[in-house]
């Protein structure tokens, strides 16, 4: 199906594409569906349609469709107080705040604590909300705060026993054609990590914002009821204060963002996206990792606003083939940005060790091999030897050299290194930029400047990631070895 076939113009599909490259945004996906129909399909190699992908924070859009087929069994009510479904972690003493606070304001994110009860170490996030005093009545004031669907996901699976996308799949996802595998990473208590951690495919993705579209309805059979679609998309509660990014300011259901339009949406983090504009009959996906971008997402959504919305037509349009034609040239072309800059150094030398004082990075030695077109790092840690491959004037596939980072729990090393891809180029004669991006079930990146200038190397590395690549921030020093 071409998109002219439901009135979209594949020039203004193509310069939507063009715009994210000019801009140099590590997209890895970009889909659009119009009339529930998909009229363009695009990946950034090495991402590809069948690839499990990250959705961060879209993963408490799943929760919230959990939560409402449990409601509509009668299994749960949404005015059921937190507190009902862990008497284990309720304290001798409990605020009334604590008490008080329902599933229904877990959805909405009013919660009774002004920030994140839980981090990355602790032991039982879900304890972690009993235990951190409240600060202000649940049910008042929108803070966006991840423990509240940690908490909605932890109900819906103390009830159902299982994993809540094990309890979704025969009664959602398989009746809306997802692919089989999809899964949610763990917290460190053995709860699926709602807030964070679901990975399927864009088309996954698709599908079930298509489904919120149609009020919880497929195929003619009414699989979430429509009211709690109804509720969970509309605006339950003002978003105005607590963001400055226009796109946050329009409302937050019951996991769903409300946006300009109309409309409403999944957001995840690094611009995991869903936009649903009902008023358009228009579906769009993207999943990218443009962590530590902090005006990526607003291009992202001005582009599609601006630059794909007047474009659309109420009926069919004439077809193009030679539009068609390239857009889909253009779109077999996609891949991640590479890092820009001269090819090579005329005054560097190859194969030369540097000895390091003591720096945060726990480098004690470093050796750069130069080759046509690939840098390869040797550095020492004390944690073993490890080597990176940079491409130069293209991306290396590899494993990233470090295997304690966590796997499918939280917490616990996953014992490989994660899938990474990696590129170099010279700022200038004396400058060495590169960058390794993690595409595995975690995303996240590192950037270096490494500057030789006479017998010292300085190296300077910054880490764009929510639990990991610690150890690759900061700056060393080191010195020719003798």
């Known amino acids: 199906m071409t998109p002219e076939s439901v009135g979209v113009p594949s020039s203004a599909i193509l310069s939507v594409l063009q715009r994210f490259e000019s801009l140099l945004l590590p997209m890895h996906s970009f889909l659009v569906f119009r009339h529930g129909k998909l009229i363009s399909e695009n990946y950034w190699k090495p991402f590809h349609r069948d690839l499990k992908h990250r959705m961060y924070s879209v993963s408490k859009s799943f929760v919230s469709l959990a939560v409402g087929v449990m409601a509509d069994e009668g299994r749960i009510a949404l005015d059921d107080p937190v507190a009902k479904y862990f008497p284990e972690h309720l304290p001798v003493n409990p605020h009334e705040y604590i008490t008080r606070a329902t599933i229904r304001d877990m959805l909405r994110m009013t919660d009774c604590h002004d ?81 964070s951690g679901v990975l399927c495919t864009p088309l996954d993705l698709a599908r079930v914002a298509l489904l919120c579209m149609n009020g919880g309805r497929w195929d003619g059979r009414q699989l979430i009821s429509e009211s709690y679609i109804r509720e969970a998309t509309a605006r339950q509660v003002d978003t105005t204060l607590t963001t400055d990014n226009i796109n946050e300011q329009q409302g937050y259901g019951y996991q769903f963002w409300r946006t300009r339009s109309n409309g409403f949406a999944c957001y995840g983090m690094g611009s995991q996206y869903a936009i649903c504009l009902p008023d358009y009959d228009l579906v769009v996906i993207t999943t990218a990792d443009t962590q530590g971008n902090a005006t990526a997402g607003y291009a992202i959504h001005e582009t599609i606003y601006n630059g794909l919305l007047p474009a659309l037509c109420n009926e069919a349009l ?135 200038i006479g017998d010292e190397l300085t190296l300077l590395m910054t880490k764009i990631a929510e639990d990991f690549l610690d150890d690759y921030q900061g700056f060393a020093a080191g010195r020719r070895a003798s």
């Open 318 to 452: 004439p077809e193009n083939p030679d539009a068609y034609q390239a857009l889909e040239q253009y779109s077999a072309s996609l891949q991640l940005p590479i890092v820009q800059g001269m090819p090579s150094s005329p005054t560097i030398t190859s194969g030369i060790t540097y000895r390091f004082t003591q720096n945060p990075l726990h480098i004690s030695a470093v050796r750069f091999d130069f080759h046509k077109n690939e840098i390869v790092m040797t550095y020492e840690k004390p944690n073993g030897i490890h080597k990176l491959t940079f491409g130069v004037g293209k991306l290396v596939e590899q494993s990233f050299p470090e295997t304690h980072y966590s796997g499918m729990r939280i917490g616990v090393p996953l014992g490989r290194g994660y899938q990474a891809q990696a590129s170099a180029a010279w700022a200038d004669e004396t400058t060495l930029l590169a960058k390794a991006s993690i595409t595995d079930d975690y995303f996240g990146s590192f950037s270096m400047n490494a500057t030789f």
């Open 115 to 195: 920030a994140p009860t839980y981090s990355f170490t602790d032991n039982n996030w879900v304890k972690t909300w009993f235990d951190t005093p409240p600060t202000h009545p649940a049910g008042t004031i929108f803070s966006y705060n991840t423990v509240c669907t940690n908490l909605c996901c932890a109900i819906v699976e103390k009830v159902a026993g299982i994993p809540f996308i094990d309890y979704l799949y025969p009664r959602v996802l398989t009746p809306i054609g997802v692919s089989d595998g999809i899964v949610c990473i763990q917290s460190p208590e053995g709860y699926s990590f709602g807030g």
